[in-house]
């Protein structure tokens, strides 16, 4: 069974923390990505990942990083959390070219 | 256990015919249902879905939805090549914002 889990369902951080978000897959997939979606926007990519330590900027990268250092493992990383970074992030795999398998989502709250 | 489930995987059709994506879901607590057309890295929001019956429609393109019985169909009338993408169906959950993909169905409109 198919599986692409995130670290946490919920998160609440301060302005100016570090925070990480943490992607794991068990499908031995190539490319991995992190989205967010906020209301009236729908999904917006910020990094992509096409192999372990490849990494490339989505169309809203600002203000995040990534890591690969596992194939398996894709995680976020918001350097300093700001407040219009609230949203809900979504972690997916890509399989075959055709097959997206979407993680759970984070609700991250920046207060 | 499969949460939201979308056929065919795959569709090949002419231009100028009518396609129709079915997406079923299982999901307790429903709060709203979403349709993507996925192109190239991001997939672009098409419709949101909340309540049974009412037809949403963006030019050639329009969704249903039935709350009794669990699922959403995608209309595509006089397809054109540039429809040729993957679509997906996402449902979210009420409790605790999560949201469920489905894997997408792979359209291809051939001249």
């Known amino acids: 069974d198919v599986k692409v889990t995130q670290s946490s369902r919920y998160l609440v951080k301060r302005t100016g923390e570090k925070v990480f978000l943490e992607c794991v897959q068990d499908?031995?997939?190539?490319?991995m990505f992190w989205y967010r979606q906020d209301p009236g926007l729908g999904l917006r990519l910020i990094y992509f990942?096409?192999?372990?330590?490849?990494?490339e900027k989505g169309d809203i990268p600002e203000g995040y990083s990534v890591s690969r250092e596992k194939k398996e493992r894709f995680s976020l990383i918001l350097e300093s959390a700001s407040t219009n970074q609230t949203s809900m992030y979504l972690c997916?795999?890509?399989?075959?070219?055709?097959?997206?398998?979407f993680g759970p989502g984070t609700r991250l709250t920046v207060t | 256990e499969d949460k939201v489930v979308q056929s065919p995987l795959s569709l090949v059709v002419h231009e100028g015919d009518t396609v129709t994506l079915n997406c079923s879901y299982e999901?307790?607590?429903?709060?709203?249902l979403l349709w993507y057309k996925q192109e190239k890295k991001a997939p672009t929001f098409l419709f949101m879905l909340?309540?049974?019956?009412i037809e949403k429609k963006s030019g050639r393109l329009s969704s249903i939805l039935d709350k009794k019985e669990l699922f959403s169909i995608l209309n595509i009338t006089a397809t054109q090549t540039g429809d040729s993408a993957i679509y997906l169906c996402?449902?979210?959950?009420?409790?605790?914002?999560?949201?469920?993909f489905g894997t997408g169905t792979s359209l291809t409109v051939i001249p």
């Open positions: 999901v307790t607590n429903f709060r709203s």
């Open positions: 990942s096409y192999d372990v330590k490849m990494k």
């Open positions: 499908m031995d997939h190539e490319n």
């Open positions: 997916a795999t890509l399989a075959g070219g055709t097959e997206q398998y």
């Open positions: 909340t309540s049974s019956g």
């Open positions: 996402a449902v979210e959950e009420n409790t605790g914002n999560q949201f469920y």
